[in-house]
């Protein structure tokens, strides 16, 4: 039988040009013969385990996927029974309730500060960098945040809410240049006491609660990777309850990773090891939810950014280990860098985007300018 498995996988694999064992970066080399019985039955979780469990490696982990998105051979990995059963569960059930918002907190952005603060940027932003003119990620994530900054038209004065704010990257560049005030809300405890230390003595106010208990009006609203965490099934309540907190005349910005193709499927891996519960929103389904509620200012796409933005990342994660009080396992490691890895190698394929999308209540008198 694990000959049968073997054949079948060297077969799927050459379909991408990715051969066993091969001599070019972005090949597999299998450690464990296992491996080929474990990714046709469970398919891409089992894909993504066998990795941190060492059953196989590459040079490129990176290309090595992006060829296989590119080839789309991810979709002929079918689920076994039980990976099934977790997609069917996300369709029945509202996953992303307010009753399990804090899940995510817990097990992704409560896993240490330490983590993060060797990964990402000085100023902590943990989504896609603006790398137009930048050389640098503190260049890039520089340029988003004053990108965000233009896009809302800032004012000194101006009462901004950030929801899903982390560690307050946002609240304390727009709080410092442009003299606004922030209420930033989040679901991590971690993110609200290390987010009140970076931004003390800044009129940035931090709140650990779920988007959907915001009853006060803003002059804008800004929400920077996180309606990702929201699910399909909550689209409305979070766009319904962005156009109850904006004033008449405000602007609401929402920075997302996109899907052209609509699915209402959690990612298995994905969603077992690093983002529980989480869902990449689509076009139509952002477009059907505002519709009625919000009018469309600027749709900007610039998801090529994420993959320079991610293997920025993934350099500062493996090169900062020996830095790292807090000791990691080997497996954790190795989830890290396939999370790290396989998302850049999504973006590097076009098969997901990030955009950056501008809302207003009834229109902006004379029109909207679009910044870039």
Request: proline share 2%; charged share 25%; net charge positive.
């Amino acid at each position: 039988m694990n000959n049968h498995y073997e054949k079948l996988t060297r077969e799927i694999l050459g379909l991408a040009g990715v051969e066993i064992n091969g001599t070019n970066p972005w090949d597999i080399h299998i450690h464990n013969t296992h491996f080929y019985n474990r990714v046709i039955i469970d398919g891409r979780l089992g894909f993504g385990e066998s990795f941190m469990e060492g059953w196989w490696d590459a040079e490129r982990v990176d290309e090595l996927i992006h060829r296989l998105l590119v080839s789309r051979l991810d979709e002929k990995l079918q689920l076994n029974f039980a990976t099934f059963l977790r997609l069917l569960i996300g369709r029945l059930f509202n996953l992303q309730s307010k009753r399990r918002a804090y899940i995510v907190g817990q097990r992704h952005y409560d896993l240490g500060n330490e983590l993060f603060q060797i990964m990402l940027d000085r100023r902590m932003n943990y989504s896609c960098g603006y790398w137009k003119d930048a050389r640098t990620l503190d260049e890039a994530q520089e340029n988003k945040l004053e990108l965000i900054c233009r896009k809302l038209q800032l004012k000194p004065g101006m009462r901004v809410l950030d929801i899903g704010c982390g560690w307050g990257p946002f609240g304390k560049y727009a709080a410092s240049k442009y003299g606004v005030k922030v209420v930033g809300i989040t679901v991590s405890r971690e993110q609200v006491e290390l987010g009140r230390k970076l931004c003390k003595g800044l009129p940035v106010d931090f709140r650990l609660m779920d988007y959907r208990d915001m009853n006060e009006k803003f002059d804008r609203i800004v929400s920077v990777g996180m309606i990702e965490h929201v699910g399909y099934k909550n689209y409305d309540r979070f766009f319904e309850v962005s156009r109850r907190c904006l004033i008449d005349d405000g602007i609401f910005l929402l920075h997302t990773i996109g899907h052209m193709e609509s699915s209402q499927n959690l990612d298995p891996w994905t969603h077992k090891y690093i983002f529980p519960n989480g869902m990449v929103p689509s076009a139509t389904q952002l477009n059907l939810a505002f519709e009625k509620l919000f009018v469309l200012e600027d749709w900007h796409n610039f998801g090529n950014d994420y993959d320079k933005t991610l293997m920025a990342w993934h350099y500062n994660f493996i090169n900062s280990l020996d830095r790292m009080e807090l000791k990691i396992t080997e497996q954790f490691f190795r989830m890290w860098k396939y999370y790290l890895l396989a998302y850049a190698a999504a973006f590097r394929s076009r098969r997901i985007h990030l955009w950056q999308i501008v809302l207003s209540k009834n229109g902006v008198p004379g029109g909207y300018e679009s910044i870039r």
